[in-house]
């Protein structure tokens, strides 16, 4: 039973420019969440997707922007980024009843 | 507002010695989750525990066991004869939700190192 996987692994990018991030959830889950972890600090939450709607969100910009697809996989987008967007991202998944999830992560570089 | 405390930034132990990593929360909610997760060098939060604040049984799962007090808001977690791959960074994290599939608050983490 494979667990969250996302992809890419590393990336890096130049400040302005956009990035696509994915993410497949843990089979039988249906809700998928993004969090933002700065270099030694704890994640922080970005937002949450669950029948393909954003259903909260946390304290970040509109250039951080999400979709779920009909099979609970999710993209997060990021636009115009910024060097303090540099971090990894990490996607969770779950479903009621069920604690979060997390995959490996993306670890973002933005020079 | 939701707040996860971990006061000990970094601790440092050898091998088979016990250790406690303590974790603080606050909360207005009646109904919440508790969580913590461990984060080695790879990257990856490794989920350990999940307990709902209805429950507040001491739980074991070998060396690893939890202490949940309400009347502290504490959510403490004892490593019995700490390994060298114990070491990694731990973090506690609270969700206001029933179903515990809601967002994460968590502490800023616990840096154990485990010296051979």
């Known amino acids: 039973d494979a667990g969250v996987t996302q992809s890419p692994t590393h990336l890096i990018k130049t400040r302005g420019q956009q990035v696509t991030l994915r993410c497949s959830p843990k089979s039988g889950h249906d809700t998928v969440s993004w969090y933002q972890q700065a270099l030694g600090q704890g994640p922080q939450f970005i937002f949450q997707?669950?029948?393909?709607?954003?259903?909260q969100r946390g304290n970040f910009p509109d250039r951080f922007s999400g979709h779920q697809f009909p099979n609970y996989s999710s993209e997060l987008n990021v636009n115009a980024l910024l060097l303090g967007d540099s971090a990894l991202y990490l996607c969770?998944?779950?479903?009621?009843?069920?604690?979060?999830?997390f995959g490996n992560g993306t670890r973002l570089t933005v020079t | 507002a939701q707040k996860v405390t971990q006061a000990q930034t970094e601790i440092s132990v050898v091998e088979k010695e016990d250790v406690t990593l303590d974790c603080v929360y606050e909360t207005r909610d009646t109904t919440y989750y508790l969580f913590w997760y461990k984060q080695p060098p790879s990257g990856e939060l490794v989920f350990l525990i999940r307990?709902?604040?209805?429950?507040?049984q001491n739980e074991i799962s070998g060396r690893y066991s939890w202490n949940f007090q309400k009347s502290t808001s504490s959510f403490n977690f004892t490593i019995t004869a700490s390994q060298v791959v114990d070491s990694a960074v731990y973090f506690c994290a609270l969700s206001e939700s029933q179903g515990g599939s809601e967002k994460l608050v968590f502490g800023k983490g616990t840096k154990l190192t485990v010296n051979p």
């Open positions: 969770a998944s779950s479903a009621q009843g069920t604690g979060p999830h």
């Open positions: 997707y669950y029948e393909e709607e954003e259903r």
């Open positions: 307990r709902n604040s209805f429950d507040e």
